[in-house]
């Protein structure tokens, strides 16, 4: 009786443990460094290759500028179509980098990652685009830390009559007024 008892217990034992690990769910900490990692890791990538890379004519700026585009289609088709496969090989790889298991393909949890990792690309694409065009979100860090330091020291923010008179200029107008900069559909 009592190994039948221990016999049915491992059974039982058995059948919970694999319950749990098809049903396991990916941990909210590790959906959040897979996709933090994934945006860092594009972002990254691509300053340093704007940082590094050689200077380049405005037909070659505005070719990046299209393949970006394109990205940012295909990124969009995917959720047009609810097909999130094209997110499957950048998740394994920073998976694998985090030494993270990604949930079985198909599962609840997979598809929600797939899901976010491709709004993350979508985000990084159109980002990546407009730091090519010059556009950041936020000032250099290090412009930043001037203007903290020069705050900190009680010096006032300097404003010459002239830069107050001067109306505003619109970046994108700009860029395509000067001559530097052509306009996407003179290239086309």
């Not at 190994?3 to 039982?12: F, I, K, N, V």
């Not at 159109?126 to 250099?140: C, Y």
Request: with cysteine.
């Amino acid at each position: 009786m009592a190994a039948e008892l221990a016999r049915r217990l491992s059974t039982l034992s058995d059948q919970v443990f694999l319950y749990a690990t098809v049903t396991m769910n990916l941990l909210p900490e590790n959906t959040k460094n897979i996709l933090t990692t994934l945006a860092r890791f594009e972002i990254e990538a691509a300053d340093r290759e704007r940082a590094l890379g050689d200077p380049r004519s405005p037909q070659l700026a505005h070719a990046a500028l299209q393949r970006e585009a394109a990205r940012q289609a295909v990124l969009r088709q995917a959720f047009f179509e609810q097909d999130y496969v094209v997110a499957q090989e950048p998740l394994r790889h920073v998976a694998a980098h985090l030494g993270i298991e990604l949930p079985e393909a198909g599962c609840e949890d997979a598809r929600i990652l797939a899901y976010e990792a491709t709004r993350v690309m979508l985000d990084t694409s159109e980002e990546k685009a407009r730091r090519d065009r010059g556009v950041f979100p936020s000032p250099s860090p290090y412009f930043a830390r001037a203007i903290a330091e020069e705050a900190s020291l009680g010096i006032p923010a300097q404003t010459t009559g002239s830069a107050v008179a001067e109306p505003l200029i619109d970046k994108e107008d700009a860029m395509w007024t000067c001559p530097a900069f052509v306009p996407p559909q003179v290239l086309v």
